[in-house]
């Protein structure tokens, strides 16, 4: 059976379920295994992104249209 089919089958036993405790321990289990792609950056990305956002803060930053005005003429 491929990933697909068990996940369908999955999803028809998960609908059937009526025990609650059973439930939280499969969104536990999803929970664990999902990830975030902030906690998979260095500490160095993750300042830069910092950087960014409080340059964004403070308004230092070029509109998404000023950029595409400079940029025309390689359009």
């Known amino acids: 059976m491929d990933l ?21 321990k499969l969104e536990s289990i999803l929970k664990e295994n999902q990830k975030d792609w902030l906690d ?8 830069e992104i910092q950087i960014g956002l409080d ?5 230092e930053f070029t ?3 000023d950029v595409m005005k400079r940029f025309s003429k390689w359009h």
Request: proline share 0%.
């Open 4 to 24: 697909e089919a068990r996940k369908y089958q999955f999803i028809q036993e998960l609908v059937k379920v009526e025990d609650e405790r059973v439930l939280e």
């Open 40 to 47: 998979e950056l260095s500490e160095s990305e993750k300042n």
């Open 55 to 59: 340059q964004a803060e403070k308004g």
């Open 63 to 65: 509109s998404h249209e």
